[in-house]
């Protein structure tokens, strides 16, 4: 089953600013495509787990995230993301 990826607006400030500062941005496009794309359709498999199961840490060259699972909903809430 697909869940439904949201990036809450701190985590689309940070991609922006990762955009604007990326010496390869083509580079971080195409892995916030990927991220995306994983965490659609399986975002328990991706990452590492943080504190609980359902807090998880993604990384996609050059692009990392920290994202939350809510299983009754479906939905995968980026909350972070950064340059790695």
């Keep these: 089953m ?4 949201i990036w809450v607006p701190q985590a689309e400030d940070d991609l922006t600013n990762a955009w604007l500062a990326a ?13 995306d794309s994983a965490l659609e359709r399986h975002p328990f498999e991706i990452g590492l787990k943080r504190n ?7 990384v996609d060259l050059p692009l ?3 994202y939350e699972i809510i299983e009754d ?8 993301a950064w340059l790695v």
Excluded: E, P
């Excluded at 609980?52 to 993604?58: F, K």
């Design 64 to 66: 990392g995230s920290d």
């Design 2 to 5: 697909n869940y439904t990826v």
């Design 23 to 35: 010496t390869d941005q083509l580079a971080v496009t195409n892995a916030a495509h990927r991220l």
């Design 52 to 58: 609980s199961s359902v807090n998880r840490t993604a």
């Design 73 to 80: 909903d479906k939905t995968v809430r980026v909350i972070h």
